[in-house]
């Protein structure tokens, strides 16, 4: 084997276990900083296992994305970012978005409230089944990774579908 074969091996298994280190973390912030500081500190172990070096902000709102005709709504932050992060304790129109898609494209059962725009115990249980399908990290918070991982629910111009999409942040 050769040496720029071992150190790239040695940094993909660093990275592993960095983020199963980080996974961790998240699930410990998720398990009591969610109720004390609230969902940007819950969700803070995501921006860590995507490696991004800066905060990212909560998602606020949503911005519609075209496929042609059809559109979708993504979760976004104050100032427009798709790298933007939910968790449980968020609420508004970004978790109804993500809710929306988690029902009708990954046939997740929302309860009875179903779209209330409150990231509760069902959409973090939906969020960790995309995360768990796509391979990523399973923390339960809503992040750039799973937005990448997620389809979204399109609709518009007597079209509807459900696709998946990559929007740079």
Known sequence: MTRGRQDGER???TRRVRGW???GVSALLLAGAATAAGPAAA???EQEQEGLGVAAASCTKTKKVYWGTPAASLPVSSGGSVNCLLGPGSSGSAVKALQHALARCHKVNLG???VDGIYGERTRAGVLAVQRAAG???DGVYGL???Q???WDFQGGGQ???GNIYVTP
């Open 145 to 147: 990774q799973t937005q």
């Open 149 to 151: 991982s997620m389809n």
């Open 43 to 45: 969700a803070a172990g």
């Open 11 to 13: 940094t993909t298994m």
């Open 136 to 138: 990523i990290a399973q």
């Open 112 to 114: 009875a409230g179903g």
């Open 21 to 23: 280190a980080v996974a």
């Open 160 to 162: 509807r579908f459900c």
